[in-house]
Structure formats: C-alpha cells, structure tokens
C-alpha cells in the first residue's frame, strides 16, 4: 500500500520535526513562569529621563541613571506615586493644597544610604536636613500648589513641604529653614 505507507510516513517526519519546536516552546514556558516568579525588587535598571531634568540626588545612592547621579524629570517624580497634603507654609496663613510624591518614595528609589541629606536650590540656598525627617513624617516634594504645576516663578519646580498642621510640633524655625523652594538637587551623605 504505496499511498497509505506515504501518508504514515509524513506523519512521522512531521512529527519528527516538530518534536523540538515543541520541547523549545515548553521549556520557554517553564523559564518565564520561573523567572515571573522572581522578586521584583531583584534589581530593575533605573530609567534615563526623556523631559526636562528637574532634580539631580547624588551621593550615597545605589541607583543611579546618568553618571554617579540619579536625573529625575517631571514624569519620573509623578511616577513615584503623588500625594495630597493640605497644610499652611512659613508663608501662606490660609491652607494650601500641594501635591507630589513622598520625599521618602524618592530616598526609596534612589537606594539613599545616610543620615542627613543636602539640599540646594536654584538660588543658592543650601540647607542640611536629617534622613530622620522622612521617617517620622510624610514630607511631600511638592511639584503642584494649588492645582498648578509649579515652575521656577512660583517656587517650583519642587518645594520641600513639611505637614505643618498635622505635626504642630514642626511649627518651628529649624523645620522652616528646610522648607526649600526651588530645589534642584539633594546630596545624600
Ligand atoms: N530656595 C530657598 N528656599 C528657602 C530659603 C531660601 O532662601 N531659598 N529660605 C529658607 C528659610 S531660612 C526659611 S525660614 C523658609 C521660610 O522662608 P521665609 O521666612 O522667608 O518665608 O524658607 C526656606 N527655604
Ligand atoms: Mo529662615
């Protein structure tokens, strides 16, 4: 039988054939549900900014995306994770409305390892503020005041704001001076 011993024979090289596209496929099943299964944070590369660079950490920092510093731009620092904090200003009397990411998310990102950050604005203001700070409130930098994304003219592009009502004790010169406006970097030391 010429024409069936064809057709089995076929069917043999054809699975012949696919017989290692299968196991390759199988085996690429099994490494990405082992690899899904890695912890997240065993290390993602930090990204490169594509906008404006606003604010530059340096320092004792484990991640970094250009040279030995980390660049962040508008769209990094909101991807930290925004948050509200309503709350008067060494300068505003009434209540304010500011948004932005935890400062503690930024140390967070950046891997920051040390006890006290510098900070210095475009100005050429520069003041030490403990890491402690971070950790015992939820200190906001600021990148909208009152709904308006803040630039250089009205204190941007990010502010330094303490929880003043929520933590009367903070009412206090020490917290005052390190309510920078117009940052432009942090050294982590
Ligand atoms: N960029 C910048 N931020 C700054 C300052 C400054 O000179 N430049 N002064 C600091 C000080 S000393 C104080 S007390 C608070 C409040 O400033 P004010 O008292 O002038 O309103 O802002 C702080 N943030
Ligand atoms: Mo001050």
């Known amino acids: 039988m010429p024409v069936l011993y064809s ?5 043999m090289s054809l699975f012949s054939n696919t017989r290692p596209l299968i196991f390759a496929v199988a085996l690429s099943a099994f490494w990405l549900t082992a690899l899904s299964g890695l912890p997240c944070d065993a290390h993602a590369e930090m990204e ?11 320092g004792n920092i484990s991640e970094t995306n250009v ?13 930290l994770g925004m948050e509200t904090l309503t709350t008067t200003t060494p300068f505003e009397e009434t209540p304010q409305d500011f948004q932005g990411p935890r400062l503690a998310a930024l140390l967070k990102a950046v891997g920051a390892q040390g006890q006290v950050i510098v900070a210095t604005a475009l100005d050429g203001y520069t003041v030490e503020i403990p890491t402690r700070d971070m950790l ?12 308006k994304e803040m630039g250089i003219r009205n204190k941007g592009p990010t ?10 004790e903070l009412v206090e010169e020490k917290f005052s001076t390190r309510s920078v406006w117009q940052l432009s970097s942090l050294n982590i030391q």
């Open 7 to 11: 057709v089995l024979e076929t069917k």
């Open 48 to 58: 490169a900014p594509t906008g404006e660079v606003i604010l530059v950490v340096g």
């Open 67 to 79: 040279g030995d510093e980390a660049h962040f731009d508008r769209q990094m620092l909101t991807a």
């Open 136 to 147: 015992d409130y939820p200190v906001l930098l600021a990148m909208v005041w009152n709904g």
């Open 159 to 168: 502010w330094i704001i303490y929880p003043l009502d929520q933590y009367p």
